[in-house]
C-alpha cells in the first residue's frame, strides 16, 4: 500500500533480525548500523538499520535521496540507493492496483471473495484486494509469490524487506483474522531472515511487544 502519508509513520517503522544475535561490523553497504544480527542461510548476516537514522520512504518513485539520509526504502521494482541502508518495499497482503490484473490471470484463488463472488478490496485504497490467507495451502501459495520477490530484492543488495499490509485483516469484514495473517507473517519473516534480510513493519503498532525487534517481535524465529 503507498502510503503517501508514509514520513510520519516513520517513528512506528521497526525492523527486525533473528531471535539469536550477535554483534557486527559495518553492513556492506557501509551504513555501520551498530545494531545486533543474525548468520542467515543465505551466509550474509542480517544488519538492522542505522540506530536514529534518517529515513525518507520513496515508494513514489526513486530519486536521489537528500544528505544525511541514512535509510531508504523502494519498491521491490527498483533497486538499492548509493550508499544508504536500503529497505525493500512489497505488498504482501493485497494486491497494487496495477498488478490486480496479473493476479487475476495467474491466482485467481488467492484472492480473498465476498460471499457475491466479487473481490474484496481495501475501502481506502482502491483496487487493492486483499489476499486470502486463510488456509495453509493458499498461505503457502501467497508467501511462494512473495518470497520471490524477496530473493529479488536480496540479490539486488537491498539489506532489509517490508511486507506491506499485516493488518489487512482488520479491513476483510471479519472474512480474515488475526491468525491467519500472523501465520502468513512467520513464513515471510522465515524466509526473509534465510535470505539475509531484516523486517521491517510498520502497520498494527498495537501488535509492538519487545523493543528493538517492535511490531514483528511475535513472529520473529
Given at each position: 500500500m503507498r502510503r503517501w502519508l508514509a514520513a510520519a509513520l516513520a517513528t512506528v517503522?521497526?525492523?527486525?533480525?533473528?531471535?539469536?544475535?550477535?554483534?557486527?561490523?559495518?553492513?556492506?553497504?557501509?551504513?555501520?548500523?551498530?545494531?545486533?544480527?543474525?548468520?542467515?542461510?543465505?551466509?550474509?548476516?542480517?544488519?538492522?538499520?542505522?540506530?536514529?537514522?534518517?529515513?525518507?520512504?520513496?515508494?513514489?518513485?526513486?530519486?536521489?535521496?537528500?544528505?544525511?539520509v541514512t535509510i531508504v526504502e523502494r519498491d521491490h521494482s527498483g533497486v538499492p540507493s548509493g550508499a544508504a541502508y536500503n529497505i525493500c518495499y512489497v505488498n504482501a497482503f493485497q494486491t497494487q492496483p496495477e498488478a490486480a490484473a496479473w493476479w487475476k490471470a495467474e491466482h485467481r484463488d488467492l484472492l480473498l471473495k465476498a460471499a457475491d463472488g466479487s473481490y474484496v478490496e481495501d475501502p481506502e485504497w482502491p483496487g487493492e484486494i486483499l489476499l486470502d490467507t486463510t488456509t495453509p495451502a493458499r498461505r503457502t501459495a501467497i508467501a511462494g509469490v512473495v518470497q520471490g520477490w524477496m530473493d529479488e530484492c536480496a540479490a539486488k543488495g537491498f539489506r532489509a524487506v517490508e511486507p506491506d499490509n499485516l493488518d489487512s485483516w482488520t479491513r476483510s469484514g471479519d472474512r480474515l483474522t488475526h491468525d491467519h495473517n500472523m501465520a502468513l507473517a512467520r513464513l515471510l519473516v522465515e524466509h526473509a531472515h534465510d535470505a539475509g534480510l531484516a523486517v521491517a513493519q510498520k502497520n498494527t503498532p498495537e501488535l509492538a511487544r519487545q523493543p528493538p525487534f517492535g511490531i514483528m517481535a511475535e513472529v520473529r524465529r
Open positions: 517503522v521497526a525492523v527486525t533480525g533473528c531471535a539469536d544475535t550477535t554483534s557486527t561490523g559495518p553492513a556492506p553497504d557501509g551504513s555501520g548500523s551498530g545494531a545486533p544480527a543474525s548468520a542467515s542461510g543465505a551466509g550474509r548476516p542480517v544488519v538492522l538499520p542505522p540506530t536514529n537514522g534518517s529515513f525518507d520512504y520513496q515508494i513514489g518513485g526513486a530519486y536521489e535521496p537528500d544528505v544525511g
